[in-house]
């Protein structure tokens, strides 16, 4: 059995935990039962020993399947994941994603979405890199009475999004603690305006409409003066045709969108001026994630 699932940009910008989309990057895994438990890992993680020995999938899918199954059998997980990890690109999800899914599908239950959602919910407890991790696409979404409760969207191929990701990591448990316990009136309301226009902008396709909507006041620029580089990418990337350029989930990746025809040259621009910085140009995920029996 092989799983598979994408990578996710969250907030957006003013979107603070409610605003996500997924990118054609991915996560997979092949899972088969095996005399003997064994662990296989290519891509982002390998060179890191506590994945094989201590991993959060491991841990996620033994507990579901014990909980599903009430039996003890061991398996072979081979893992390639292109999702690197502390990057602000939803790694943690796509585990807990995945591990869900696999421990359900491996036994052949039936999983809907909207379930999987509500039980990643307790291991993420806010939804933006869940729900476009498992349903793809540009997400709103808000967690009521325990359930998350979105809308989505998918997102045209006229687009593509464009990544600058540093060499350095950032954990989202530190990254949330550098923001402010409290927030100023004009600031929310400045925030509640912007993420509502971007939640219109990409609903109805209003692409000119992304430069504007995608400013925020709550959130960037207490976790980017932390790596402060990064002011300079997301500028260098808004002057060279990039339609939003915002930090991605908890960083540190600056994440872009840009019409197909301009994304070269804005990956040709980013490239130059951060050679120190792995950026690429890729698709985005209208899937979600993905099992093959
Ligand atoms: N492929 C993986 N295999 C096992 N564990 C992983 C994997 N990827 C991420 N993790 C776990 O998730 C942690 C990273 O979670 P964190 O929330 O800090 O980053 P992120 O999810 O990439 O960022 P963000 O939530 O801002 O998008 C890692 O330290 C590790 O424990
Ligand atoms: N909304 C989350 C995304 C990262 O998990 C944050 O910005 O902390």
């Not at 994941?81 to 421990?103: H, M, T, Y």
């Not at 939003?244 to 001026?273: I, N, W």
Request: with cysteine; aromatic share 8%; proline share 4%.
């Amino acid at each position: 059995m092989r799983v598979s699932v994408p990578a996710t940009s969250a907030n957006l910008g003013p979107g603070f935990d409610t605003l996500g989309l997924a990118i054609a990057m991915k996560n997979q895994v092949v899972i088969k039962p095996s005399k003997f438990h064994s662990v296989s890992l290519r891509g982002e993680g390998s060179n890191n020993p506590a994945l094989k020995d201590n991993n959060m999938f491991i841990s996620i899918f033994n507990d579901f399947y014990h909980n599903l199954t009430h039996k003890k059998r061991n398996f072979r997980f081979e893992f390639q994941n292109e999702v690197p990890l502390s990057r602000g690109l939803g790694s943690s999800s796509a585990v807990i994603v995945s591990a869900i899914a696999s421990a359900y599908a491996i036994e052949g239950i039936k999983l809907e979405k909207q379930k999987l959602l509500n039980l990643a919910l307790a291991y993420e407890n806010h939804p933006d890199n869940i729900t476009p991790a498992v349903m793809g696409g540009f997400n709103v979404a808000t967690v009521q009475d325990n359930e998350v409760r979105f809308l989505n969207k998918s997102i045209p191929k006229v687009l593509k999004a464009v990544v600058v990701i540093p060499n350095r990591p950032i954990s989202t448990q530190l990254s949330r603690k550098a923001l402010p316990y409290k927030y100023s009136k004009e600031d929310v309301i400045y925030n509640i305006s912007h993420s509502s226009l971007l939640t219109a902008a990409f609903m109805s396709e209003n692409w000119d409409m992304l430069k504007c909507a995608s400013q925020d006041m709550i959130h960037q620029k207490y976790r980017m003066k932390h790596m402060p580089e990064l002011f300079d990418v997301q500028k260098t990337a808004l002057s060279n045709g990039s339609l939003m350029s915002t930090l991605s989930g908890s960083g540190s990746t600056l994440f872009s969108v840009a019409y197909v025809d301009d994304s070269r040259k804005l990956e040709k621009a980013l490239k130059q001026k951060f050679p120190h910085f792995k950026v690429f140009t890729c698709d985005f995920d209208n899937v979600g994630v993905r099992i093959d029996l």
